[in-house]
């Protein structure tokens, strides 16, 4: 796998690189369900990207980033595991040469649900997808449908600004016990890691909207948000501190 520090360093090497590419930005702490979209990245590309950057402007919670898990080393030694090509650590200087005075805005979605809770999160989304997309230059670009809202946001993005990188959306997955793999499952306590599957067997419990805000309160979840788009049911809830967000199916 060869490292790319410098964005400078990439994009030269890019412009010289004739195979298809495929992208999977991710922050890092990477688990399953960044390691199923970098498969399918594998798959159908000849040669994959990947970047790990912990972008601060897409946190309105300063904590929350402070307490984000981070880990390089292995976080590498996965990757290489899986025989990735190339791995992208840019840092915030060479990424906001701006110093994030542009910024990219979407102005319906963007305000509901995730957006409603968390002022600025998606400008900080957009904008940096925005930059990774442009320097990458991939064929293909995959995000998760666990970050539902954040994936519609991106291809609509992508439409809206002519990006010459297909936006591929991938499955959520799971834990075992059905909690969505997260980054954040890390901030869990033992006993709210116990209690955090009760989130999707009651969002999948077929009880009306009130039920089900009902019954996680009842056991001590704190809703956020619990709404129908799409085709589906979008929820986020706060447990312990830690924020957990899914979506489901309906
Ligand atoms: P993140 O590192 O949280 O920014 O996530 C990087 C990418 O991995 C995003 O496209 C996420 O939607 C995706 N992802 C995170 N968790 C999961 C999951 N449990 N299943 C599928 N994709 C995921």
């Not at 002022?119 to 991939?138: M, P, Q, Y």
């Not at 306590?189 to 009306?208: D, H, M, V």
Request: hydrophobic fraction near 40%.
């Amino acid at each position: 796998m060869r490292i790319f520090r410098s964005i400078e360093q990439w994009q030269k090497f890019r412009k010289e690189q004739p195979q298809s590419l495929g992208f999977v930005p991710t922050m890092g702490s990477l688990h399953q369900g960044h390691l199923s979209l970098i498969k399918r990245s594998l798959a159908e590309n000849q040669s994959s990207l990947v970047s790990i950057f912990l972008n601060p402007t897409q946190f309105d919670n300063p904590d929350d980033l402070k307490t984000y898990p981070v880990s390089l080393e292995e976080d590498i030694k996965l990757l290489e595991q899986l025989k990735l090509d190339f791995l992208l650590l840019p840092d915030f200087q060479q990424l906001y040469p701006d110093n994030y005075l542009y910024k990219v805005q979407e102005e319906q979605l963007s305000r509901c649900f995730c957006g409603r809770f968390r002022k600025g999160h998606f400008d900080g989304v957009l904008t940096v997808v925005l930059k990774l997309l442009n320097i990458a230059r991939a064929d293909k670009a995959y995000f998760g449908e666990k970050d539902y809202q954040q994936y519609k946001l991106i291809k609509g993005m992508a439409e809206a600004f002519f990006l010459d990188t297909e936006i591929v959306p991938c499955p959520l997955l799971r834990e075992a016990d059905g909690l969505a793999l997260s980054s954040r499952n890390k901030k869990l306590s033992e006993a709210a890691r116990k209690k955090a599957p009760r989130f999707y067997q009651i969002l999948t419990s077929g009880k009306s909207l009130s039920q089900m805000r009902e019954a996680l309160e009842k056991e001590g979840f704190k809703p956020e948000y619990l709404e129908q788009y799409d085709d589906r049911l979008l929820a986020a809830v706060y447990l312990d501190n830690v924020r957990l967000i899914d979506n489901v199916k309906v």
